[in-house]
Structure formats: C-alpha cells, structure tokens
C-alpha cells in the first residue's frame, strides 16, 4: 500500500514567544512606570550611587535648617545683650535727651549695619522666607520616599490621587503584584514563579517559550510533547533542508516514519505492511519474506492446518447460494512454487504487485508444503514438501495460496480465488479484468466482513466434514471464534487493502462491483454480469 508523506512547519502546533521582564514598585496604572530593572553589575552600581547622592542630599539639607537657626538664635542673643547695655547707659547719662532715646531703639533692628561689636544684624522677614522656602524643599523631597523607577532608575512625580486604588493582577493566581519583578506575556502580567509550564508545572524562566492551545511551554518539554518521533528508531523526526519536518506515514496503521528508514534495510512485515522498532523481532522466511511475531501468531503454514478454514468459505458459499459442487484441491505453497504455476497458467489476470492466490485451470505437478515447519532463533526450519499432480476434470484445477500469512489474510484470498472458480465454472467466461477482478475482491470483502462480526460475537464455530483430511495441530488463534484485538485490527486493515486499491482492475473494479451489489444485490449483479459482462449501472 502506498504510503502518506506528512510535511509540518516548525515544530508542528506551537510558536515561539518572548517574555518581557519589569519591576513594579507601586500601584501604578501608567504603563511608564514598569519597565526592566538594572541587569549589569554597572547599571546596578548607578542605581545604588543615585540612592545613596539622594540621601546625602537630603542630611545636608538637615543640616542647613539647623545651622540656619542656631545663627538666628545667636544673633538674637547678641542684639538683646547690646539693647540691654545701652539701657543701663540711658539710666546713666540723665543730659541724653529723650529723642536721642528714640533714636537708638530705631536703630536696633536695621539689618544693613554693624554694632559695635562687628556682627551683623538679620532681618527677620528675609529669614522667615527662606526658612519657609526650605521646609518646602524639605517636605516634597520626604513625600517622595519609594518613586517608582524606570530601566535607568530615573525618578518618575506621584501620580494622582485618581490612580492610588489601581494596582496590577496576576494572570496566574489573580493575585495582586506589589513590589518585585514581574513577567509581561500572552496579554497578561504574572508573578515569575505563577507562569508555569504546561507540561511540567515549574516555572519558566528562559527569555522564550513555545505555546500550543494557548497553554505556554519550556521550548524543550514542547519539543518532547509535539516534536514527532519515528516509530522505528525513536527519534526526533529530523527536519528537512527548508526546515520542516518530513515523515512517512502509513495510510492505516499511522505510524510515522523517517524517511530515511525506505531505503536504510528497515524490515516491513510482508502481512500487515507495518515497520516495526528496530529492536522488534521478526521471522525470516525462506523465500525472503519478514513475518512480525503479531501476525505469525495466527499464520497457516501448510496444506493440511489450511484445510478447515477452506471447507468454512466453502460454507460461506454455500450460504450465498452459491455452492460449488466440485472438488476443487487446496494447495498451500511457497512463493517460487506459486510463481512456477503462474507462468505455467494460461488464464486469469494478474495485477498485483505480489501473488499470493492462483485459480489454476490447466494440470500441472505443484509442490505443496504438507507439514508445518518448525520455528527457532527468528528463522523456519525442517520445511517438508511433496510434488501434486494436478489433473484436469473440469474447469479448474486447482486454488494454490501462499504459505505463512496470517488467517484472516488467507481466508479473503481464498474467498477471492474460489469466486473465479465459481465463474469459471458457472460459464461466466471472457470477461474484462476490472468486472472478474472487481467481484472477486466483493466476495473476499464480504466473507472478511461476516468474520469480523462474527468473531466479535465468539459464537461462531469451525466447521469440519469427514472427507477432509485431517489436519495438524493449530495455534489456537488461527481457530475461528473470539478475535484478540489485534487480530481485529488486521482484519480491517485487509478490508482497508482492498477498499483504497489504486490499480484499474482491483481497485476501480471493486468499487464499481461494491456499489452493484449494495444497489442491486449480488445475483442480481451476477444475472446482469452474464448477459452483458458488465457491472450493471
């Protein structure tokens, strides 16, 4: 079956995003305020050099106010002790008039001259104003503690009183941010330790993550989670040279694959079509096919185990009013035996890739395989063999089937061997490819369907006649009844097989005969097949 190239961009679903870091120092609203904090030791070294000039700043302005009024106070102490002195000179000098009195106390508190002491005399209306100018200073400088700062640690004015209730909200808790860092991403703002991976719940602290379904990730855990991995060598599927990833992928099992693994000896089981992990084991048969361990566990391996399972599609027949009253001989073979008597038969069409079947109508000598050989260290062993001569009584001579594939895979290419049969016999003769090969592949697809459901219920039982010859012992999954689940699944892959067949006779054949039959049932289909060799429409 041909098999899916899957191309993705990238690393499949997600995308990567960047994580914007800030500082939040207050309930601000204004954008402005957040910004990144000092990352180098030099930024950080400024901020703390500006923290400490501002300090400093604000004790030498403490220590102005209090030199400022400790110079009031002594020149206070100055001018009452001169006041004092000339009083008692007054009290003294009785010829002083009393308007010289008058004039000395104006003269006191004028502040551009000098006493007699040399000090001089302040103003106090200038003092007051600068001393007011000061405490001003003083009082905005203390209103300000803790501003808010940018990536340079540049002050930023109070904002309004407006603004003071507004503060920020973690997208992850719903929690308030206060002071500290915080992260600024998927539209949101969090606490560092609240934006978290998806996948395993710790922090992420790298400068760029990955999303998927909107839920963030460590780039390495998206990688592991999404990254698709081969089945075959369980690794990361390599990207290709335009930087997407290309793999293979099979159109039932989907199993994805490197490419490189067509063409590297990677074995492929010759049944179910799968690439099994390189450590899987497989046998080897002798004409070179790769069975998996899966489907040898119900595979046919000779002649006589086959027997049972040809006399229930004999039945199956039977039930479809359909009989078959010749004995028509089974013969189970090898794949070169198969191929002998291929070259040797004059009709039937032949498209696949592989024959597996063979509806022989001319006598031959074919070597049939008559006891199951035995199986160790991945190989076959002890392969009997005896010669069958086949002789013409009728229209067919023979069904041949390969050896080895599981039962359900024999089954449906017994159904369709037995149905050219049937036509051969019933004189539906010279009839295109696409109209034999088509409703050959409905009968194996019907008789596929009835063992599926029928093993799905495990009332079903094997049928049996005396005449057959006894057969060898069977795996007990080979036995019609209950289907393991795998069996299950190979059943509806073979259906698959023959449903998506791409050739122009068993393909296109079987929908065209499919959609005959399901229209106009299957002897009607067989009436209208007879007298004008075409699928009615």
Not at 373 to 390: H, N, Q, S, W
Not at 443 to 472: F, K, N, Q, R, Y
Not at 518 to 530: A, E, F, N, P, Q
């Amino acid at each position: 079956m041909g098999w899916l190239t899957k191309i993705l961009k990238g690393y499949g679903l997600g995308s990567d995003h960047r994580v914007t870091e800030g500082r939040y120092d207050e309930r601000y609203e204004n954008d402005g305020a957040w910004g990144d904090p000092p990352t180098t030791s030099d930024e950080l070294l400024d901020f703390d050099n500006e923290e400490i000039d501002r300090a400093i700043a604000l004790s030498l302005a403490e220590e102005d106010e209090r030199n400022a009024s400790s110079l009031v106070e002594d020149d206070t102490k100055s001018v009452c002790s001169s006041l004092k002195q000339e009083e008692e000179e007054d009290r003294h000098d009785e010829v002083t008039s009393h308007s010289e009195e008058d004039q000395d106390d104006d003269e006191i508190p004028s502040h551009s001259e000098e006493d007699h002491k040399g000090k001089k005399v302040i103003d106090d209306n200038s003092y007051l104003e600068e001393d007011e100018e000061l405490a001003k200073a003083i009082q905005l400088s203390l209103n300000m503690d803790s501003p808010p700062r940018n990536n340079f640690g540049s002050l930023f004015p109070r904002l309004p009183h407006f603004f003071q209730g507004v503060y920020r909200t973690c997208a992850g808790c719903n929690g308030r941010i206060g002071h500290g860092r915080f992260l600024s991403c998927m539209g949101g703002v969090w606490h560092p330790e609240c934006f978290r991976c998806h996948a395993c719940n710790l922090p992420i602290s790298d400068y760029e993550f990955s999303m998927s379904e909107n839920r963030p990730f460590h780039k390495s855990c998206y990688k592991e989670h999404h990254h698709p991995k081969c089945d075959v060598c369980k690794n990361f599927i390599p990207t290709n040279r335009g930087g997407l990833i290309e793999y293979r992928a099979h159109p039932f099992w989907l199993q994805k694959y490197c490419p490189a693994h067509e063409h590297d000896g990677t074995p492929r089981c010759c049944s179910c079509e799968r690439m099994e992990p390189r450590d899987t084991r497989y046998l080897l048969l002798d004409d070179g096919r790769k069975l998996c361990l899966q489907c040898l566990d119900s595979a046919i391996m000779d002649t006589h185990e086959c027997q049972p399972l040809y006399l229930e599609i004999q039945d199956f027949y039977e039930g479809l009013n359909m009989k078959i009253e010749q004995q028509v001989p089974m013969l189970l073979v090898e794949r070169q035996a198969l191929n002998e008597a291929m070259e040797g038969e004059k009709q039937g069409h032949h498209h696949l890739p592989e024959t597996r079947g063979l509806c022989l109508s001319e006598e031959q000598t074919i070597s049939t395989i008559i006891r199951r050989p035995r199986v160790g260290a991945g190989r076959i062993f002890d392969m009997f063999t005896e010669p069958y001569k086949l002789v013409r009584r009728c229209e067919v001579t023979a069904i041949l089937v390969l050896y080895s594939l599981p039962r359900l895979l024999t089954g449906s290419i017994l159904a369709h061997e037995m149905m050219h049969a049937w036509l051969r016999l019933k004189g539906y003769s010279n009839l295109p490819p696409d109209v034999e090969e088509g409703i050959c592949q409905v009968l194996a697809h019907m008789w596929l369907d009835s063992e599926i459901m029928a093993g799905a219920s495990g009332t079903a039982v094997a049928s049996s006649s005396s005449s057959a010859p006894a057969p060898a012992p069977a795996p007990a999954s080979s036995k019609k009844g209950k289907r393991s689940q795998f069996e299950k699944q190979l059943g509806e892959f073979f259906k698959h097989q023959i449903e998506s067949d791409t050739s122009a006779a068993y393909g296109d054949g079987f929908r065209e005969g499919n959609k005959a039959v399901l229209k106009y049932g299957l002897r009607s289909t067989l009436d209208h097949i007879r007298l004008t060799g075409r699928f009615p429409c």
